[in-house]
């Protein structure tokens, strides 16, 4: 059998190994140490941007944090995109809110302005205000954000971007993360930089910033002993995991630059087969780092299937997958109010998601083109 071709697998660049071996060196093997600060530094110098970073267990504990700081609690409401990975929502669960989901509009696949201002005026007309705005940006696409920033200032809803996708995306040349009230960034294995596991909150304030750093070492009071008077949580960043961010850092902007090329690979790819789409973005505002490549198959002009296609992918060890389930179709969330039509479905059952690492040899390329054309031509629809 060929050798696997993974969605999207780890990548290093080498110099990795040197900020961990420096913390070796200097015994800074506890939680904290000038890797976390120098990782924190170097992610707002990419962002460009003058907010501050706090480094973090698991973007999913980032997200966390950012509901506690918007003062989200039992039996509030949250608005959450309902496309997208379940870490998105389930921080809302952490709280004992109730998750409150949106359809996707067809342009960016992301949160929809239109059912985002019913919804809000139909919970409120319920007496339910909405505390928070959880907006995604999928596969690293960035949503509609002046749309959405509009509606979310005219109600005084504060908005946390979850960019844990879009990292080196960019909006009206403006990062992804840098929108909403709070951002989100992950570094998990899959992402297009990684420290095996991690994530990071995008703080407008260093006032922000502390009370977060706060809150992720255990919420412990300034005394000689242990003391506590808040609910304090485990999830800051430790210096050797913040080591692999700072090598990662270096080659960041490459591996956003191999990203796109793999999108542009589809999109010449895909180009004369009939019935396929490569998502892109809609019009210059939008930069995607392109994190996952998708496809939407017509299955009335293919007369096939996502389906039929990930499984001719996995016959030759390639590596699909179908786009989110959305969270308004899972069975945890099956209760939950839910506001738009049918788009983010559609897109669940007729989109798939292709290699995309950046690691990718040419030689993995011309397996994937293979065997694209092979399925569409043995069907004789190129």
Same mark, same amino acid.
């Given at each position: 059998?060929?050798?696997?071709?993974?969605?999207?697998?780890?990548?290093?660049?080498?110099?990795?190994?040197?900020?961990?071996?420096?913390?070796?060196?200097?015994?800074?093997?506890?939680?904290?140490?000038?890797?976390?600060?120098?990782?924190?530094?170097?992610?707002?110098?990419?962002?460009?941007?003058?907010?501050?970073?706090?480094?973090?267990?698991?973007? =999913?504990?980032?997200?966390?944090? !950012? /509901?506690?700081?918007?003062?989200? &609690?039992?039996? *509030?409401? $949250?608005?959450?995109? +309902?496309?997208?990975?379940?870490?998105?929502?389930?921080?809302?669960?952490?709280?004992?809110?109730?998750?409150?989901?949106?359809?996707?509009?067809?342009?960016?696949?992301?949160?929809?302005?239109?059912?985002?201002?019913?919804?809000?005026?139909?919970?409120?007309?319920?007496?339910?205000?909405?505390?928070?705005?959880?907006?995604?940006?999928?596969?690293?696409?960035?949503?509609?954000?002046?749309?959405?920033?509009?509606?979310?200032?005219?109600?005084?809803?504060?908005?946390?971007?979850?960019?844990?996708?879009?990292?080196?995306?960019?909006?009206?040349?403006?990062?992804?993360?840098?929108?909403?009230?709070?951002?989100?960034?992950?570094?998990?294995?899959?992402?297009?930089? =990684?420290?095996?596991?991690?994530? !990071? /909150?995008?703080?407008?304030?260093? &006032?922000?910033? *502390?009370? $977060?750093?706060?809150? +992720?070492?255990?919420?412990?009071?300034?005394?000689?002993?242990?003391?506590?008077?808040?609910?304090?949580?485990?999830?800051?960043?430790?210096?050797?995991?913040?080591?692999?961010?700072?090598?990662?850092?270096?080659?960041?902007?490459?591996?956003?630059?191999?990203?796109?090329?793999?999108?542009?690979?589809?999109?010449?790819?895909?180009?004369?087969?009939?019935?396929?789409?490569?998502?892109?973005?809609?019009?210059?505002?939008?930069?995607?780092?392109?994190?996952?490549?998708?496809?939407?198959?017509?299955?009335?002009?293919?007369?096939?299937?996502?389906?039929?296609?990930?499984?001719?992918?996995?016959?030759?060890?390639?590596?699909?997958?179908?786009?989110?389930?959305?969270?308004?179709?899972?069975?945890?969330? !099956?209760?939950?109010?839910?506001?738009?039509?049918?788009?983010?479905?559609?897109?669940?059952?007729?989109?798939?998601?292709?290699?995309?690492?950046?690691?990718?040899?040419?030689?993995?390329?011309?397996?994937?083109?293979?065997?694209?054309?092979?399925?569409?031509?043995?069907?004789?629809?190129?």
């Amino acid at each position: 059998m060929n050798s696997k071709i993974w969605l999207s697998s780890p990548h290093m660049g080498g110099k990795e190994l040197k900020y961990i071996h420096e913390a070796f060196e200097a015994n800074w093997v506890a939680p904290l140490g000038p890797n976390v600060d120098g990782f924190e530094k170097d992610i707002e110098s990419f962002l460009k941007t003058d907010m501050k970073v706090a480094v973090l267990s698991a973007g =999913t504990a980032a997200l966390h944090l !950012a /509901l506690i700081e918007c003062g989200v &609690e039992y039996g *509030d409401e $949250v608005i959450c995109q +309902s496309m997208t990975f379940s870490a998105s929502a389930n921080p809302i669960a952490y709280c004992g809110a109730i998750p409150v989901f949106i359809d996707s509009e067809k342009d960016t696949w992301n949160m929809c302005p239109v059912a985002l201002e019913t919804a809000i005026e139909d919970r409120i007309s319920k007496g339910k205000n909405p505390k928070a705005i959880i907006v995604v940006h999928l596969y690293g696409m960035p949503a509609k954000m002046e749309e959405i920033l509009a509606i979310a200032e005219k109600y005084e809803i504060p908005v946390i971007e979850d960019a844990a996708e879009a990292l080196g995306s960019t909006y009206k040349d403006k990062a992804c993360g840098t929108f909403g009230r709070f951002g989100i960034l992950s570094f998990n294995g899959n992402k297009i930089i =990684t420290t095996s596991g991690g994530g !990071a /909150l995008v703080c407008h304030t260093k &006032e922000d910033k *502390d009370k $977060v750093v706060f809150l +992720s070492t255990q919420a412990r009071d300034d005394a000689p002993h242990y003391q506590h008077s808040h609910i304090g949580y485990n999830y800051r960043m430790s210096n050797i995991v913040a080591g692999i961010g700072r090598g990662q850092m270096e080659v960041l902007p490459s591996r956003v630059e191999a990203r796109r090329l793999m999108h542009q690979f589809y999109v010449d790819l895909f180009a004369d087969i009939a019935g396929v789409r490569v998502f892109s973005e809609p019009n210059p505002d939008f930069y995607s780092n392109h994190w996952l490549s998708a496809i939407i198959l017509d299955p009335k002009a293919t007369e096939v299937t996502r389906e039929d296609l990930r499984l001719a992918f996995l016959e030759d060890n390639i590596e699909s997958r179908p786009l989110w389930k959305p969270m308004h179709l899972q069975p945890i969330f !099956a209760y939950s109010p839910y506001y738009g039509d049918k788009t983010a479905e559609d897109l669940f059952n007729n989109g798939l998601c292709l290699p995309s690492g950046s690691n990718l040899t040419d030689a993995e390329r011309e397996r994937i083109g293979l065997a694209v054309k092979s399925f569409f031509g043995s069907k004789d629809r190129s």
